[in-house]
């Protein structure tokens, strides 16, 4: 297995409307990404410009508004799984210092009667405030649930697995829209030692997509040590494994350590916004290791788990579930 300098780019095009060829080399090429890297960059991944600029404007502007607002829509009852979460309130897992970040969680919109609603809290929308929050935030949540479909298709296929297996372990699944302000700080004396505005840390759910951030700062460890910048272009977005999906596999697909480091001091005073879509299963999906993933040179390395007993146990370590 070789190191990584780069994160590779692949367009989704060439899996939902290319040709045989196109489409076997896209399931290599991401497949092949996710078992040595655990990222990829994807171009024309179907979410419109129009809709996440939309977005993009209505989040910043409930960001832009004072703590004791924003504050009104935070429910400290549901453990931060809806509405919004106030700065420093999560730390990565095995750091106790908390991220220089807030953010606002979008939960599943169940439409069609599934008795899965019950499992869910309703979704916080701060209409009188920011009325086009609930509409953008919900047509972005399901356009990249949808493409997530299409590239959960694919890893299906790379792991000849039926090309629709994961269809109805993600259908009204627990998934998580979290728009994230990394709030400016005029006066970099303030930040507390060791603070930053997301420290070291996997994603605990099947893939994550990330909509381009407004700043860079997003790194990638890989194996030598190094953190290697993940750019993408400003119509690309990144997505990666996370811990369901390499519990899953038996460690075939690399859920892959990542942070958003610190600008300079001197751009502190800058904020950073970036909208990560984490695609959760049901809460019932058996992440049990795949049979085809074990063998004598890949002992099975996990113990079986459902997705809604791992997401519990993740939870109460990075702080947001007592």
């Not at 977005?55 to 607002?69: H, I, K, L, S, V």
């Not at 599934?114 to 935030?137: H, L, Q």
């Amino acid at each position: 297995m070789s190191t990584f300098t780069s994160i590779p780019t692949v367009d989704l095009n060439d899996y939902r409307n290319g040709s045989p060829e196109q489409k076997a080399a896209f399931v290599k090429k991401l497949g092949d990404s996710f078992s040595n890297i655990g990222f990829a960059i994807v171009a024309n991944h179907g979410v419109t410009d129009q809709l996440i600029q939309n977005a993009y404007g209505a989040f910043q502007d409930f960001f832009a508004m004072d703590d004791e607002t924003k504050r009104q829509y935070e429910d400290p009852a549901i453990a931060g799984q809806r509405g919004y979460v106030s700065k420093g309130k999560e730390h990565a897992k095995g750091h106790n210092v908390g991220d220089l970040k807030e953010f606002y969680h979008i939960g599943q919109i169940v439409e069609d009667g599934d008795a899965i609603k019950s499992e869910y809290p309703d979704n916080i929308f701060p209409d009188d405030k920011v009325p086009g929050m609930r509409e953008y935030g919900v047509n972005l949540y399901q356009s990249l649930e949808g493409s997530g479909r299409y590239l959960l298709r694919a890893i299906a296929e790379y792991l000849d697995l039926d090309v629709n297996y994961f269809d109805d372990k993600i259908h009204n699944g627990n998934s998580i829209l979290r728009p994230i302000h990394y709030f400016p700080i005029p006066n970099p004396s303030e930040i507390p030692d060791g603070a930053v505005r997301a420290a070291e840390h996997e994603d605990i759910n099947l893939i994550t997509l990330l909509i381009g951030a407004s700043a860079d700062g997003l790194q990638v460890l890989n194996k030598e040590g190094n953190w290697i910048d993940a750019k993408p272009e400003p119509n690309q977005i990144v997505i990666n494994v996370g811990d369901m999906l390499q519990r899953l596999t038996n460690n075939r697909l690399k859920s892959t350590t990542h942070r958003v480091i610190n600008p300079p001091r001197e751009l502190m005073h800058l904020p950073r916004y970036s909208v990560p879509f984490f695609l959760h299963p049901r809460s019932d999906m058996d992440l049990t290791s795949l049979e085809s993933c074990i063998d004598d040179e890949h002992p099975k390395a996990y113990s079986d788990m459902t997705a809604g007993e791992y997401l519990n146990e993740r939870l109460r370590e990075i702080g947001l579930k007592k």
